[in-house]
């Protein structure tokens, strides 16, 4: 059990991570926060994937003379990486609007706890 524990101390990383991202996004009032807890879970997701794809003794998945092409199993592959960055890129321009759409929020409504948010939208016509 303790071989179990240890040897998958990155997916324990991970998970504790997204405890608190979504601890964030759900018991928090302040819309920053929020997106805090957000952005925390979304790189916690990121983090899952990068540490699934990580192979020991593999090397990057450029033509090396001396494994050669016949041996493929000893190259990394890049998919996993590639996609995981255009999920950090879409990741931080999400983040971008969201926080964009914050400022807007408060410069509207003066507020950005949400029961507060929700009772000033409520008591508008």
């Known amino acids: 059990m303790i071989d179990f524990i240890r040897g998958h101390y990155t997916y324990w990383g991970v998970i504790l991570l997204m405890l608190i991202g979504m601890y964030g996004m759900i018991f928090k009032n302040n819309l920053v926060k929020k997106l805090i807890g957000m952005t925390?879970?979304?790189?916690?997701?990121?983090?899952?994937y990068v540490a699934s794809a990580a192979k020991w003794a593999?090397?990057?998945?450029?033509?090396?003379?001396?494994?050669?092409?016949?041996?493929?199993?000893?190259?990394?592959?890049?998919?996993?990486?590639c996609l995981m960055l255009t999920a950090i890129v879409v990741g931080v321009a999400t983040s971008g609007v969201a926080f964009a759409l914050a400022i807007v929020i408060y410069r509207h409504y003066k507020t950005l706890d949400e029961p507060l948010l929700i009772e000033r939208m409520k008591a508008q016509p």
Not at 40 to 48: C, G, L, P, R
Not at 64 to 72: F, L, N, S, V, Y
């Open 40 to 48: 925390i879970f979304q790189v916690s997701i990121i983090m899952f």
């Open 58 to 81: 593999a090397t990057v998945p450029v033509l090396d003379p001396a494994i050669g092409a016949a041996d493929a199993a000893r190259y990394i592959s890049p998919l996993q990486h």
